[in-house]
């Protein structure tokens, strides 16, 4: 027992984990080990050698003395050991090819296998034995020549290229001899059956475990019939997929993944080459040819598979010219992106700044300049990013960087494959796996320390160079830098810029040049700050615009001390303003005119729309400041009219208000800028009449959009003791002031007053006293009046009066006693002849979002016709919001809940697409555009995929469809509930 603890202690000094275990495993062995134990030292996991090596000495004696004599096997086997338990494993099942890890070459791999299986290497298509023994000879002979390369790997003999083009070949030889075992068992004589590799397999970077990649391709030989030659080779590539990953004693191989092919998993398994041609010319997506990048014969008939990959790299070069290239590249980035969030960042493949990046970016890149220059057409990523470097594409720090990232990641990945031989890329949190891994790759100190500092280092740089690497080159194009840097010609950049879906790459490498050419503090931090700019430009609908707003903005504040620091210091503000900038012409003219408003960009809780209280105190203080200059009063209520409307843009083009918060938020706004103009305009009215305006249409409804006129009434009140007629003098000058002030030519966006909803419309007075009002509806209205005061609310000016007003009017809009038949008749007759006669000329019925079928105007005409029929009796409709009215009206029992959710998804969806499209243009609409340009755009901002134009049209359809059907038989009277 002393022996055994003084043992412990010694070998715990030498680095086991747990000196007890290893005493006793030591003592086992009888001495068997003495003078190899201090070998063990260097090893990545001694605890794990030791176990290995105590079971392989007891198996076979002979190789304690054979490593106490041959140095490179004794460092090839220990290190060996230290890793991978699995083939540690292997080599005690199979003593006898531990001795093989000395040899310095073993011979052609495919030979090897083929003569495990009991096939001629000499034969064009060599047989196999059958059974069972043939496949656990094929995985012993494979697990052999795997320890073999492993070994040679791990002691820094073969370098990070030669060990995945070994490992490439190595697959390549099982496949070989799988075949070999499949022509066993499958009669395939009258077919050729080309075996393509794809991904790592395909490039020769494969893993030590992963699933190998291929596409089958079949020729039926002279005078056989096509049909049963593929029926023949289809069962012949089943029966050799199964040779691989089918389960024996000896273990599976690996999967065979045929993913790849035309059509996935739903297509036939084989196909003729002109089969594969025929599909990749019509159907194939942009991904599938970035696949084919990696494209190489592997096995089978290597003549049919080499006519395969020249005949597909035609097309694969010419990728870039197709006419869905770009939306397809963002499909790409926004599939990469998806793994990124639903990985763990300790994903070496998927995680951020993983192995998925790197790759990514640099097939992007040669599929973009590859057409051009043949020199990038490398299936390799390393080769494939020195011919990058070398072409002037990718600059050489960035190269020999990301390089470096790469090449550790997958050291570290075959590492953590090693272990058990299980495919994996995600990194341990346990301490023992992380040491045994540092010490792997040589950090003896602190391993688990300096592991972790290492890979952190290298997935930040790969990551950031990922960002930087499509878009830094650009600068270098146009603008004089360091000449370490890239330099894309004119051409290669505008290139790449179109690939990415600028539109006029010319005019974008203009903007460029614009901003970062010369030595000054701005133009090298706009250096800085554009590489990720233009990554997020070309995420947004319209990245030109985004660049030429980014520009135009940039002229105004570029001399501003806190902009570009803001811009470079704070990520969040400068990825919204990209997305804004991108998206919305309309907010980027309000942003142009009050360029400042950049900086509430930073956070969700600077776009919170503000409550109305706090606006109209900061308006009423603005126009006091200026009380005996009305013009400049109302402008500065202008000013904060533009940075609110800005500030609801952006958080709705941020996904951080719904629309009816939006309406909400641009009605209230309306009402304080309506106050703050009175307030300005009442000059001399003062004394001898107070004044009201009553918002009607969708400023009543609390709905207004971004293209909204503030439809109003004008009422006054003579003061008691005034002259009426001068009051009246007085108030009509309040009016047209009011209109004036609002609409002067200003940088800040008018609000045009529309007071058409009034008696008698544009040939009434435009400003009357409440007994006229009164007098007025008591004799003439008629039902569309009800109709239209069903929205009318008080919203500037003396309260007192507009309180009277609304109480005068509800009467008139929530009759006691209900709608006579007649009344109702007229209203339905009234709408029937408006679908007939108010749409626009040459506009198409189904795609007008307001008096289309299904739109607008159908639903809030159902919320009105059931109030006009029941508020007089039933308090909860009274209200000018139509959705609140819908939602009361279900309450009641007058509206089925799911006819209201239909009404409301109708009337939510088209209220969208109206103000997406004022957003999008700039300028009012009522129609979903024709144009697919101007479609995508709208879609985009409505949240569709690049794609999802047509997905955005149909639903519209589908939704406005089921609308018009509730309308057909809520409002036209088919529903006697209403």
């Known amino acids: 027992m002393p022996r055994i603890e003084s043992t412990a202690a010694r070998l715990a000094k030498l680095g086991f984990a747990d000196g007890a275990k290893a005493a006793q495993l030591v003592q086992e062995s009888d001495a068997a080990l003495d003078g190899i134990l201090e070998s063990l030292v260097d090893v990545a996991d001694p605890d794990l050698a030791l176990a290995s090596l105590t079971r392989l000495v007891a198996r076979e004696p002979t190789v304690a003395d054979a490593l106490r004599r041959d140095e490179l096997l004794r460092s090839r086997l220990l290190a060996l050991l230290g890793v991978s338990a699995a083939l540690g494993e292997h080599l005690v099942r199979h003593h006898g090819e531990a001795a093989l890890l000395a040899e310095t070459g073993l011979g052609d791999a495919r030979d090897e296998l083929l003569r495990a299986v009991g096939a001629d290497p000499g034969e064009s298509e060599p047989r196999g034995a059958s059974g069972r023994g043939a496949l656990a000879a094929l995985r012993v002979a494979y697990r052999g020549r795997l320890a073999h390369l492993a070994a040679r790997d791990l002691t820094g003999q073969a370098t990070l290229q030669e060990v995945t083009a070994e490992l490439s070949g190595l697959a390549g030889a099982a496949l070989e001899a799988a075949l070999a075992i499949a022509r066993t068992e499958v009669e395939a004589d009258e077919v050729r059956l080309a075996v393509v590799g794809m991904g790592k397999c395909g490039a020769r970077e494969l893993n030590y475990i992963s699933d190998v990649d291929v596409i089958f391709v079949a020729e039926p030989k002279e005078g056989a019939d096509e049909t049963k030659a593929l029926r023949a080779a289809t069962r012949l590539a089943q029966a050799m997929m199964r040779a691989c990953t089918v389960t024996t004693p000896e273990g599976s191989l690996w999967e065979v993944d045929a993913g790849l092919r035309p059509e996935g998993r739903s297509g036939p398994l084989v196909r003729t080459l002109a089969s594969h041609l025929a599909y990749y010319r019509r159907w194939a997506k942009t991904w599938e040819f970035q696949a084919l990048l990696k494209a190489r014969p592997v096995a089978g008939d290597l003549e049919l598979g080499a006519d395969y990959v020249g005949a597909v790299n035609d097309l694969v070069w010419s990728a870039a010219t197709r006419e869905h290239f770009v939306e397809d590249v963002q499909a790409m980035r926004r599939r990469v992106e998806e793994h990124v969030a639903a990985e763990g960042e300790r994903q070496l493949k998927l995680g951020p700044g993983g192995l998925r990046d790197i790759e990514f970016a640099v097939q992007l890149l040669q599929l973009v300049h590859g057409r051009l220059d043949p020199l990038l057409r490398r299936r390799a990523t390393l080769p494939a990013l020195a011919a990058l470097s070398r072409g002037g594409y990718v600059g050489r720090d960035d190269s020999r960087a990301l390089g470096e990232a790469y090449a550790f990641l997958r050291q570290v990945e075959h590492l953590l494959q090693l272990h058990r031989l299980r495919r994996t890329h995600l990194l341990p949190t346990d301490e023992a796996d992380l040491r045994r891994l540092g010490r792997a790759l040589g950090m003896h100190t602190d391993p688990v320390g300096e592991f972790t500092a290492r890979w952190r280092r290298h997935a930040m740089e790969a990551r ?90 940039s002229d105004k504040l570029g001399s501003t001390p806190w902009y570009l620091r803001l811009l470079r210091d704070e990520t969040a503000v400068a990825a919204r303003m990209a997305r804004v900038l991108g998206t919305s012409r309309y907010a980027t003219g309000l942003l142009m005119h009050a360029p400042d408003a950049v900086a509430m960009l930073g956070s969700d809780d600077e776009l919170a729309v503000r409550a109305p209280e706090s606006l109209l105190g900061e308006a009423s203080a603005a126009v006091s400041r200026h009380a005996d200059d009305p013009e400049t009063a109302v402008g500065a209520a202008r000013a904060l009219r533009r940075k609110e409307l800005f500030r609801t843009a952006v958080a709705d083009i941020s996904g951080l208000i719904d629309i009816e918060t939006v309406g909400t938020a641009l009605s209230q706004l309306t009402d304080v800028t309506l106050q703050a103009a009175l307030d300005a305009a009442l000059g001399r009215a003062s004394g001898l009449t107070s004044f009201a305006i009553i918002a009607m249409g969708r400023l009543g409804g609390m709905e207004c959009s971004y293209a909204s006129d503030a439809d109003v009434m004008f009422v006054h009140s003579p003061l008691p003791g005034a002259d009426e007629r001068e009051a009246t003098d007085a108030a009509f000058a309040v009016a047209n002031e009011l209109r004036k002030l609002l609409s002067l030519p200003a940088p800040d966006p008018p609000l045009i007053i529309d007071p058409d909803l009034r008696p008698e419309g544009r040939h009434g007075p435009l400003v009357r006293t409440l007994a006229s009002y009164r007098a007025y509806y008591a004799r003439w209205s008629s039902p569309w009046e009800s109709q239209a005061l069903l929205r009318a609310r008080f919203s500037a000016g003396d309260a007192g009066l507009g309180a009277e007003f609304t109480s005068m009017v509800d009467e008139l809009r929530y009759p006691r006693g209900g709608l006579p038949d007649d009344a109702v008749r007229e209203i339905r007759r009234l709408k029937a002849r408006m679908e007939a006669e108010r749409l626009p000329r040459g506009a198409e019925p189904g795609l007008h979002t307001k008096l289309g079928p299904g739109g607008l105007s159908d639903v809030e005409w159902v919320a009105q016709l059931l109030q006009l029929r029941h508020a007089g009796t039933l308090p909860s409709l009274r209200t000018t919001r139509t959705l609140e009215a819908l939602r009361a009206a279900v309450a009641e029992g007058l509206l089925t809940a799911g006819d209201e959710a239909v009404l409301a998804e109708a009337w939510q969806f088209a209220s969208r697409i109206r103000d997406a499209i004022m957003l999008v243009k700039g300028r009012p609409g009522d129609s979903v555009p024709r144009d697919s340009g101007e479609r995508r755009l709208i879609a985009r901002t409505l949240g569709y995929p690049p794609d999802g134009s047509e997905d955005f049209l149909d639903d519209y359809r589908r939704v406005t469809r089921r609308a018009r059907k509730v309308v057909d038989r809520v409002f036209y009277g088919a529903d006697d509930r209403t």
């Open 464 to 553: 950031r160079l990922h960002e930087k690497l499509f878009y830094r080159p650009l600068l270098q194009a146009v603008a004089r830098l360091p000449e370490t840097e890239a330099r894309l010609s004119a051409s290669a950049a505008a290139a790449r810029l179109g690939a990415l879906g600028y539109v006029d790459p010319a005019g974008a490498l203009r903007h460029i040049a614009n901003l970062t050419t010369g030595v000054s503090r701005r133009a090298s931090i706009q250096r800085t700050l554009l590489p990720v700019m233009l990554g997020w430009f070309a995420d947004t609908p319209d990245p030109d615009a985004a660049l030429l707003g980014f520009r135009q903005v």
